[in-house]
């Protein structure tokens, strides 16, 4: 079992900059996919991003295409999500999570985190 903490959201200007962080509890961080889910109020939770275990491979969104990076460091038992021209669209809760498998839905990943809040304002 994993346990997950997010961290790093807030409230930027639409343009700016944000870097988010999960902190993984365990010794078994590297055998865990690690993605990134946000939900907007009134939205379903969407896909992000996501990283395999080495780090080697990753997936985005075509929203985060081009704007988001995510990546990680399984001495830390950590993965980020760095978001760059932000948007007011981008608003909404951004949740971390964990599977054992390369995975995209949200009913498939077994783990999360509780969220942070992401505030882009215009």
């Known amino acids: 079992q994993v346990q997950l903490v997010e961290s790093g959201g807030g409230l930027v200007q639409a343009g700016g900059s944000l870097r988010l962080s999960c902190a993984a509890s365990g010794r078994t961080f590297s055998s865990y996919v690690m993605g990134w889910f946000r939900q907007a109020p009134g939205k379903e939770r969407e896909f992000v991003a996501a990283?395999?275990?080495?780090?080697?491979?990753?997936y985005y969104a075509d929203s985060a295409k081009a704007r988001f990076t995510i990546s990680r460091d399984n001495a830390k038992n950590t993965v980020h999500l760095q978001m760059r021209s932000l948007k007011p669209e981008d608003t909404a809760v951004y949740f971390c999570a964990a599977d054992p498998q390369v995975v995209f839905t949200v009913y498939e990943y077994d783990y999360w985190g509780q969220g942070t809040q992401v505030t882009v304002s215009s």
């Open positions: 990283i395999n275990w080495s780090g080697g491979s990753t």
